[in-house]
């Protein structure tokens, strides 16, 4: 299983990213996807997550701002955030949790894109 995202980068505040993660070697129709975060001298916290069956979940950070989606035929997961402030700035995580009928048995991470925000 193999989490790619990319999108990150440098915007000013109230600006928009769209961050993307391909996934290959699982299939997102049969997984709980979601985006994760960590900011400097912070723990890892949940921003968003997907299921199989389009339910979403946002942290009260992100309710309003950002936006979680998924291509199960690119098989890659989006989050559009928009309204972008300082305190959004951190290390972006795409994370896949396998629901009952996936052949893959075990969570995977991607190796994360830096989101910095200037204020």
């Known amino acids: 299983v193999r989490l790619v995202e990319s999108g990150g980068g440098l915007v000013q505040a109230g600006g928009s990213l769209r961050l993307s993660c391909a996934a290959s070697?699982?299939?997102?129709?049969?997984?709980?996807m979601g985006w994760y975060r960590r900011a400097p001298g912070k723990e890892r916290e949940l921003v968003a997550t997907v299921t199989s069956i389009g339910y979403t979940n946002y942290s009260n950070s992100a309710a309003g701002r950002f936006t979680i989606s998924a291509d199960s035929v690119k098989n890659t997961v989006y989050l559009q955030m928009n309204s972008l402030r300082p305190e959004d700035t951190a290390v972006y995580y795409c994370?896949?949790?396998?629901?009952?009928?996936?052949?893959?048995?075990?969570?995977?991470w991607g190796q994360g894109t830096q989101v910095t925000v200037s204020s």
């Open positions: 070697g699982i299939a997102i129709r049969f997984a709980t």
């Open positions: 994370h896949a949790q396998p629901e009952q009928y996936s052949s893959v048995k075990s969570a995977h």
